[in-house]
C-alpha cells in the first residue's frame, strides 16, 4: 500500500546548532523552543544528534541535552539520533537512558550509531578509555541491550537504573553494514540520507529483505533523514536554503564553521564541481514554500515507503528556522 504523507509521522533531528556571532546558551534555548513548538505542531520524535569539537554544533553532551527537552516538554518523544556508542562504555548508556526514561516514561528513544561524529584526533580523545575503534559495534549493541533486560539474581553487572527498562533501540547508519546489522538484530532503522543519500535505496532494500522479526519489532519500520527548508513562498525559501548550502560547502571543504548568514546567490562562492558535489550530498533537499514542501515529502515517501521522515533544517535567524518546521508540518497535513 502506498504511503501518504498525511498518515505519515514526521519528527526532528537537532544538531544544536548556532549561527555566527551566536552563543551556545542562545543554541540551547533555541532548541528548548523548538521541541515545544515541535509538540503543539503535532511532531513525533525530537531526536538529538552526537557531534564533537565542531564550531557551530552544540550536541556533544548528547544525553543532558535529551534531559533538558524532555523536561521542557509533555507528550513528543525524544531521543538520540544518535548516540555514538563506540565513543562510550554500553554500560554507561544504559544507566543513562534508563535514568531518563524513568524520569519521563514512555518519552525516550535509544538511536545509535557507529560513527565518531568529529575528527580522529578527537575522536582518540574521546575514546581512551573504551578503546574502540567501531568494528565491534554488533557487540556492543548487543552489550548494550542487555543491560535493559530484567535484572537476574546471579548477575554480577546491572544497569541500575536500565534493567528491565523497555526503551525503544534504533539502528542509525549511513552504509549498507547498518542495513544488515538493524536486520539482523530486528530493530527499526534509520538511515541519514539528509547528508549521506548515496545508498539509501540498497541499504533500505537489504534491511526489508533480511529483516528477522524480534520481540522488539514483528516487522520492518525504516525512518529517512530528510533536509528541508520551508517558507511562506519559495523565493524566500531558496534564499534562506543558501545557509545550508554553504555549511555543507564547509563541510566539504574541511571547514566547519557556526552557521553563515544566507546569500541572494551561491554564484561565485563554489566551483561548479563543488556544487555537485553539495547536490550529490543534499540530494533530498525540500526547499519552497508550502506546496512545493508538501510535494517533495510526497516524492521522497513514493521512492522510498518510509514509515516515517525526520527532518533538519537550520538557518541563521532563529525565527526562519522556527518557521520552517512549522510551515512544514502545516503543508504535510
Do not use: C
Amino acid at each position: 500500500m502506498a504511503k501518504t504523507l498525511t498518515d505519515t509521522p514526521l519528527s526532528i533531528l537537532d544538531l544544536v546548532t548556532y549561527p555566527q556571532g551566536g552563543t551556545i546558551p542562545a543554541a540551547l534555548a533555541q532548541s528548548r523552543e523548538l521541541a515545544q513548538g515541535a509538540e503543539r505542531w503535532g511532531y513525533h520524535r525530537y531526536w538529538i544528534a552526537e557531534h564533537h569539537n565542531l564550531d557551530g554544533i552544540a550536541s556533544s553532551a548528547t544525553v543532558v541535552v535529551m534531559g533538558h527537552i524532555a523536561d521542557h516538554t509533555k507528550t513528543i518523544r525524544v531521543g538520540s539520533g544518535g548516540i555514538m556508542l563506540p565513543n562510550h562504555a554500553p554500560l554507561v548508556v544504559a544507566e543513562q537512558i534508563g535514568t531518563l526514561e524513568a524520569l519521563h516514561p514512555g518519552r525516550i528513544d535509544l538511536g545509535l550509531g557507529r560513527a565518531p561524529g568529529t575528527d580522529p584526533l578527537t575522536m582518540r580523545a574521546l575514546r581512551r578509555h573504551t578503546m574502540s575503534d567501531g568494528s565491534d559495534f554488533d557487540a556492543q549493541v548487543a552489550e548494550l541491550v542487555s543491560y535493559f533486560a530484567p535484572a537476574q539474581p546471579t548477575q554480577a553487572v546491572k544497569a541500575i537504573p536500565g534493567a528491565g527498562t523497555d526503551v525503544p533501540v534504533w539502528i542509525l547508519g549511513s552504509s549498507l553494514y547498518s542495513a544488515h546489522l538493524a536486520a539482523r538484530l530486528g530493530r527499526p532503522y534509520a538511515f541519514a540520507s539528509h547528508f549521506a543519500p548515496g545508498d539509501l535505496m540498497e541499504a533500505l532494500a537489504i534491511y526489508r529483505a533480511e529483516f528477522q522479526p524480534s520481540q522488539a519489532l514483528p516487522s520492518p519500520r525504516v525512518m529517512v533523514g530528510v533536509p528541508m527548508m520551508a517558507a511562506d513562498d519559495d523565493e524566500s525559501a531558496e534564499r534562506l536554503a543558501t545557509s545550508m548550502y554553504q555549511r555543507s560547502l564547509g563541510i566539504l571543504r574541511g571547514e566547519r564553521a557556526p552557521i553563515k548568514p544566507p546569500v541572494e546567490s551561491m554564484e561565485g562562492l563554489w566551483s561548479y564541481a563543488e556544487r555537485m558535489a553539495v547536490a550529490s550530498r543534499m540530494a533530498l533537499f525540500v526547499v519552497g514554500g508550502p506546496e512545493r514542501v508538501r510535494a517533495g515529502f510526497q516524492a521522497i515517501l513514493d521512492h522510498t515507503q518510509a514509515d516515517e521522515l525526520i527532518l533538519v533544517s537550520d538557518t541563521y535567524r532563529k525565527e526562519d528556522r522556527l518557521r520552517s518546521f512549522e510551515i512544514a508540518m502545516q503543508a504535510a497535513r
